[in-house]
């Protein structure tokens, strides 16, 4: 029942480059532990995992995903981060019909209009990271926002996104500044931030621009001048990199954080254990797809993807990652997720000590009804 | 209170400001740049990454030696240097005498070999660095609020460039250096240790960058990839200026610090690559750049 | 200091004894050309010699040789009883050896002044900037002027100019009359004989042997990489038809 | 066809450098079949003289007519394609090509293919007869396929002679041609140049006074950028202020 | 002769390896292949080296993409398209930088690449850093499916094929004969009456419209154009395939841009995965150092001492 009786994960990352961190290495190993969870098998048959260097080049992915479907025998992807590269192996899966479990990436068209049937967006995702941030802020009394966006397209995306959620939570935003991506100096446009007297700076944008950004906003004095700001796509290394005394107090919307309880400590002290690193939420999320990936091909005794996938959206996901997730038919993985604020390097009692978990924002409010999504397979 | 094209006029003041700030890091690197073109003809592809081991030496020499930013503002450059005459000593040196262009494509390498091994053992996204204590906060200039550390920066890069053009433009040595740029050999018949003399310019074209890398490193992340991008609009710096031209480096430097400055205000979209624009420009109208000699 | 000794010893009449350059068995390559077949030769103190021969007969590859500019060489060379073969040019010159090319060499970076003024001084004794000028009217009136700028001739002057002021008392001169009008050329062949007088040593590579031969004490005849004869100054007569046989004069 | 005695004519042509006037009013008159010499101290202005004639350098003013023609705006390509050919001081080939590659480049002009990437370079072929006859004339016709690289300056410089004969200029601008080579070439090139001469047109400039005595119709005295004295050898060498600012003991 | 036997050898094992490799593989080899060859007629034969060949590739990648998805041109037009407007805009960059050599040369055209590379980042039409996506592989002249990966393997095979002769000829003809006499000695070929910046020109046009002939098919290959095409790094990577394969050899660049793609797919997946950048750059260190005449200079060099 198993095709080439072998049940086969090719884990797509990108390992030497901007993203190695969030995602990468530690993104197979996350997937390892899922398959070691089984004991290397699963419906009786071997389960195997691939990996590669995608370098974040689209070309290279959509070449090693047709290679693997083609002649590797390979049943699902997973991780696969940049949008650029998620996109490029959705093509690939549609037309081999394969499933493509998305972690890394961020983008929301992966559920809307870029949706493929078989395609399942799993961690995030941009109105996720809108949902949480900019009402959360809001209701704090944050009602006027400015924002630095990248401009690029998932800068723009994320800046209409947070718009459209300030907006209806009663807020006004101001304006925003487009910023060259990538952005070494961020010192002129934090000028423009000030002067535009919003309450909250809004950073529609991710990695080493969000990090320049908040060290520039620090030097120059604005959250010391009352005004705050709002990290819209941040991860723990990033955290780490800008510094506990300049990020303290920062809140952002995350998916997982490895001290939220006492499943999710057990298993990163594992992961830190391989890694020397706590997970990020892409990592944990890859260990929960891959996880309930295997669960559907052990529950069902096939790797038939239609028959698969069923299996996967009539169980729900329930693992130290999701609790009572949800796949719905745009491929949206519905979970919850969580504000979070850096704390103070006093309240810290270890390296890896950085955040607390404020509210758990649930999933419909998260990621919206359904009946929001424009996929038109849905 | 007047607005000035529709800006009032503090904005324009402290944009032309911080434009003169990001200009003074354009002049270092791009005055490194031009000391290595000058002596060795090679467009030092590996610059940005070198700029990069000048923000990480600083972070490094903090966190695992427990030397402070004043420190760091001596030694990182000290290290780097010398981490470049070794590369000058034991793999540029091989290619005297061909093509200067292969000194591109070796530097080209070694600067994704470098960034490559430091993504590897430190992570992407870098480590933390914050401003000395000393130039923590900041003064109100009335139509801004300037960080002290901002203030340091121009200053200190304005002297560093200062002392390079002497040394270059007014010194024995600096008539060493060009003329070993036209022709080495002759100059070292003449009784010149033209080797040596090499190997010191290379070494302090790239003490220049990490120089420029220690002002950095409390202002911008000090990750592995920070200067691979940098490099480009750098490059774009020393053509407008005239290659080679130290006076060009620097003053182009930090005029184009300004221009880019006011593009952030006016056209934050087109600032990315008003840089490029301008060049384009400068080349029709002064194929030599505005202060290199057409030859 | 150098200089001073010759005066006092009368330079021409000890000169003979003292070996200023000697080459054995020199074999220079470039690439895998072999251009230098087993040179050998001696230059005594306050000697001018000439190298004549045709057009790639290897007299500026011989300069070059001794310079230390030629990458591949084998053979021995001694300068005041050093041995340079395997030496690097700029330790050579600091011997006292001054070098003028045939191909000039200026820089156009460096003005005409900077020009004269950029190689180090290698001996003490050396001409003073303003005998210089004097000696070439040209330089002094160009002086701020670039390096590369100057006529073709007048680059000459200061390639030649150039290596008088350092002190170098071994002078390896490559064409030096090369493109200059004959008044130059004159002025120049007084300067050659005022230098012998003060006891330098010259090695002179020429094609105009009616500047060359007044002023030789020996002409060295090359021929296809090798030296293939000497003939004295005294002998110039008589040997005659060794110039016919081999620069078809 | 123009049928002024004159093929070359410049009147007042000035070339200033930053306040130095390095070629000043010169009116400078080359009768058609002639050989014309241009000779002067060093820094007279010759080798200017010549690169304001074939606009490798813009005068300051004046203007120069070829063939009646005003060429004061032309560029330098242009100039070459009316027919006036210049040498360089400093010797000029390609040194990565083979002699007979060297002097098929300047062959090839005249075919009006150059620009065709499309065909076969075997085209050129029929280009190589004239080409080893060129060769032969220089005395180079040993080193048809040798890499000019490896020759000697002197062979470089016979060679340059070939390429430039190779375009059959009605006009010839030699800057000293006879520069760096042995008494044999000099002669060589010599016969060469009054071989060459017949039905052209030849201005050079040369230090060589036996050169010039033996070949040259006319010469132009040059000092300080403007014209001394002009006439046959005899008449020239005989001028005392010659003597004194050019020729010295030579003369 | 042996040249002539020699690429009959390669023909004829380009026409069987489908049979043997993944052929989406080598599709793509062969795309880098052409860009690389492409690159070797202005830097090789021209003695000019661009550091800004991305933009050809890149722009016609996105031309193309955006003339098939949008506009859903045949894939030969769409291809076409692509090609022409590489040369375009070759034009304009050249027109720019055609007039200073070298290094100085070099740094103009990454320059302009750059801009081409922050105009794809920032336009609407090419979908920003997610590329252009989904583009139809359509068919050929309206009759064979190129969804299928061996009929489009033999597509690629016609177009690079094609490009290369074109390459082999410009090298070989008139043109290229005048051009390497530039590269010689500029002057000189001016005052023999040749308008050097036109002949350089038309060489970078000529490059750039292959160039961009290689990105636009390579489109079509993955049915994708992304911002990897544009970027710096692109244009770096190009001049690695050149000189790994043999500077100004014809079938160097080809070669070389084989052992890189072939290098950059196995690496991707092998132990070595993250240290793809870093072993990228020591070839280069490499290379330059020990390497400088290619594999295939080397292998000739070889040839010509043993007989
Ligand atoms: N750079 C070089 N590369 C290869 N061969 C060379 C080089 N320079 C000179 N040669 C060769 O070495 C030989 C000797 O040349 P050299 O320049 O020493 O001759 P020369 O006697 O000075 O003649 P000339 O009057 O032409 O200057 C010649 O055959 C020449 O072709
Ligand atoms: N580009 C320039 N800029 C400034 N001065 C120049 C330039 N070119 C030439 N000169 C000056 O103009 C004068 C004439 O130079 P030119 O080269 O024409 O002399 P020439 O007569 O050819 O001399 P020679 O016989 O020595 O070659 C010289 O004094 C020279 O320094
Ligand atoms: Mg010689
Ligand atoms: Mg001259």
Redesign the pocket.
Known sequence: EISDGVVKIGLMSDMSGTYSDVAGEGAAVAAQMAIEEFGGTVAGAPIEIVTADHQNKADIAANKAREWADTGQVDAFAELVTTSVALAVFEVAKQQNKIALVSGSASSPLTNEACIPTGLHWTYNTRALAVGTGSAIVKEGGDSWYFLTADYAFGEALERDVSAVVEASGGTVLGSAKHPFPASDFSSFILQAQASGAKVIGLANAGADTVNAIKAANEFGVVAAGQKIAGLLVFMPNVKSIGQDVAQGLQMTVSFYWDMDDETRAWSQKFYEKTGKMPTGIQAGTYSSVLHYLKAIEATGTDDTDTVLAKMREMPVEDMFAKGGTLRTDGRMVHDMYLAEVKKPSESEGEWDLLKIVRTIPGEEAYGPLSESTCPTK | MTDLLGFPPQVLFGQLLLGLINGAFYAVLSLGLAVIFGLLNIVNFAHGALYMLGAFATAGLTTYFGIGYWGALILAPLIVGAIGMLIERFLLRRLSGVDHLYGLLLTFGLALVIEGSFVKLFGSSGLPYAPPPQLMGGVNLGFMFLPWYRGWVVLAAVVMCLVTWYIFEKTKIGAYLRAGTENPKLLQAFGVNVPLLTTLAYGYGVALAAFAGVLAAPITQVSPLMGSNLIIVVFAVVVIGGMGSIMGAIVTGLSMGVIEGLTKVFWPEASATVIFAVMAIVLVLRPAGLFGNAT | MAVMDNHELGGQHLSEHIEELRLTDVHAYYGESHALHGIDMTVYRGELVTLLGRNGSGRTTTLRAIMGLIGHRTGSIHIKGEEVIGMAPHKIAHLGVGYCPEERGIFASLSVEENLMLPPQVCAGGMSVAEIYEMFPNLAE?RK?QGT??????QQMLAMARILRTGANILLLDEITE?LAPVIVDTLGEVLITLKQRGYTVVLVEQNFRFAAPLADRHLIMDHGHIATTVLKDELEEKAHVFEEYLSV | MNQSPYILETEGLTKG?RG?T?VDHVDLKVKRHEIHALI?P???????VFNLLTKFLTPTSGSIRFNGRDITAAKPAEIARMGVIRSF?ISAVFPHMTARENVRVALQRKLGTSFQFWRSVKTLNRLNERADELLDMVGLSRFADAMVADMSYGRKRALEIATTLATEPEMMLLDEPTQGMGREDVELVTELIRKVSAGRTILM?E?NLGVVSTLCDTITV?QRGSILTEGNYAEVSADPRVKEAYMGKAA | MNTKLAYLIAFALLLMAPLVLYPVFLMKLLCFALFASAFNLILGFGGLLSFGHAAFFGGAAYITGHALKVWGLPTELGILIGALSSGVLGLAIGLLAIRRQGIYFAMITLAMAQMVYFFFISADFSGGENGLQGVPRGSFLGLVDLQNNTAMYYFVLGVFVLGYFLIARAVHSPFGQVLSAIRDNEARAKSLGYDVERYKLLAFVLSATIAGLAGATKTVVFQLASLTDAHWHMSGEVVLMTLLGGLGTIAGPAIGAGIIVTLQNTLASGPLSSWVPVVLGLIFVLCVLAFRRGVVGEIQALIRKSF
Do not use: D
């Open positions: 160009r002027s700028l100057l006529s073709g001739g007048e493109g | 450098f130095f390095a002067g060093n820094g007279a202005g010759k080798t200017t001081q400039v230090h040059l």
